[in-house]
């Protein structure tokens, strides 16, 4: 499903990512993990088309070179980005925007467009599921929400655009358990056999919920190693600062 | 990364030129020129006696030059003040023997005129360069009363209204451009509201501007009787072409006891192109006046349009209780220019007005509101709210606020807020990454921001103008 060859990324040429390599196939959920600064926003990022890097290398996405499609094209080729920090869009209902995102994605696919009705009724039975407070859903888009509501509302979203891959940046940071159990759900009840994961976190606690297939440790631009779920805790014991 | 080409060109789809013979008089102003206008449309003497007291007074008069868009000088002597279709020399009868061409263009402007077509439940007054050329459903409007046609034929067939009260609003002398509007207005619309009549329709007043170097000066007049109620719309396009062309129009309201009026304008004149070459200069005088006990006048303006738009629809509360509300948004690109808002003038007691402004600019373009609060001394328990704000797409556009406050009664109460925000692109990304592409969220944005106004417009043109808003803005990302 995506592969990525030797990538190197600078920003503002101060090298970020160098020899960077990772594969993930169809089904598959793989941590990454790394300390303050490592890159792993940065990875993020030019997975799903943000702008102002240097990169070269070499990303396919189902066999499609990434670099040459814009951002809201990978959107809709069903890469998901869930940001470490969720932007505030006032004016514009969350409602509102996740119709038209959600229509967007299903136009540029070629499907069925939902009306208000279908929509409310999906956005509903999702925000249940992830008890998230649907009053919430006709407030300004995360304008006023607490950092948790944020991180649940992004979660929220991928459930309902059922991305093919999704890409968590440090959701679980600043939730309480409750919120992380919650968050973990809305992952696994999307793991399904075509559906992948890149998960992006500090600490191994997250991956107790989510078991991951695989697990990377991202220092000094690339991978420098990469494990079963063994490789988080062994991780957690040590720490990055003993682990080189 | 690929960079896709956005097309930097806006799309004004109502650029194109209808070829029609017309009937033009000699070029510039003169004392012939406004004979010529009055005769043209067969005006009794008192009308030409007060233009020509118009002209008169206009020589002693300079342009004002206290807005913040400049402009190059304008000859006033190399403008046609009246252009109007050979065709409606004799007006014809009926809407199915206007010129073809005329129907033409009405139809690729939206606004299909002949009977089996129109607009439900919107009558409508087309207006072309300097005349009428249809009025709809004027028959159903008169059933219940209502006088709905173009001002020419309501100074011959309702000549006691029009002197009763044009110029009851906006003075002969008020200004350089109301005055000079007054000697040479050509058409635009009337309309009559009786007594106790809820006006069945909306009603509605297109104004296409289509001759090259033609000033366009239209005067609308709307008198909603006491207990009255009437929506009405005005909606304005134009060619595009390299020249600067004038639309300096007057609209005069008056509502008496317990009347009201919601006067909407959507306006889209050519902007000019994106070098801010051409372009309408639309110099508007709306003045509004509560006229009686518990009258209200609500203003809503989508500005989008015109390479520089000055106007300032206001309200005069002169009945106690009377309410004056202003609704706005305007949007600037490229190279447009806009120094637009609105005065309220409370002189009654215990008047209120609401002001909702919300600006727009993008490009190198500029933005001013403006806007002045007066509560006199008499108007004991007058309250005014005022929120301003602006929304910046990129960092080579301006926006101004300019409050004027003047507060002589101390039981009287003004608030006023104000916000400045930007697009930034951490925002746009977010969207994109959701699937939107950058005009859709733009688009988006735009509209969450302007939301409060456009929900003030009558539902028919609300998704039109919603549109609206997201084209002024293409290519303004990315
Ligand atoms: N736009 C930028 N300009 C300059 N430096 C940047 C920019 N974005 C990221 N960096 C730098 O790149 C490094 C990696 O950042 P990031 O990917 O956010 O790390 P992580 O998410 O692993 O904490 C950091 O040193 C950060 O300061
Ligand atoms: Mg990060």
Redesign the interface.
Known sequence: MLKIKNLKADVESKSILNNFNLEIKPGEVHAIMGPNGSGKSTLSNILSGKKGYDVSGEILFENKNLFELETEERAHKGIFLAFQYPLEIPGVNTNIFLKTSLNAIKKARGEKELDAIEFLKLVKLKAKELKFDEEKLNRQLNVGFSGGEKKKNEILQMSILNPKLSILDETDSGLDIDALKIVADGVNSLRKKDNSFLIITHYQRLLDYIKPDYVHVLMNGHIIKSGGPELALELENKGYENFN | ??E?QIDKLKDYKYGFTTDIENIRAPKGLSKEVIEFISKAKKEPKWMLDWRMKAFERLKNLKEPNWQKPKYPKIDYQDIYYYSAPKSTSTKPKNIDELDPKLLETYKKLGIPLQEQQRLNGIAVDAVFDSVSVATTFKDKLNEVGVIFCSISEAIQKHPELVKKYIGSVIPLTDHYFATLNSAVFTDGSFVYIPPGVRCPMELSTYFRINASQTGQFERTLIIADKGSYVSYLEGCTAPMRDENQLHAANVELVALDDAEIKYSTVQNWYPGDENGKGGIYNFVTKRGLCKGTNSKISWTQVETGSAITWKYPSCVLQGDNSIGEFYSIAITNNYQKADTGTKMIHLGKNTKSKIISKGISAGFSDMTYRGLVDISSKAKNSRNYTQCDSLLMGNKCGAHTVPYIKNKNPESNIAHEATT?KI?E??L?????????PE?AVG??VN??C?EVLQQLPMEFAVEAQKLVGISLEGSVG
């Open positions: 990364m690929r896709k925000s930034s951490e925002q990304y977010y969207c994109q990454q959701r699937g939107l592409n859709e988006l944005i969450g921001f939301k």
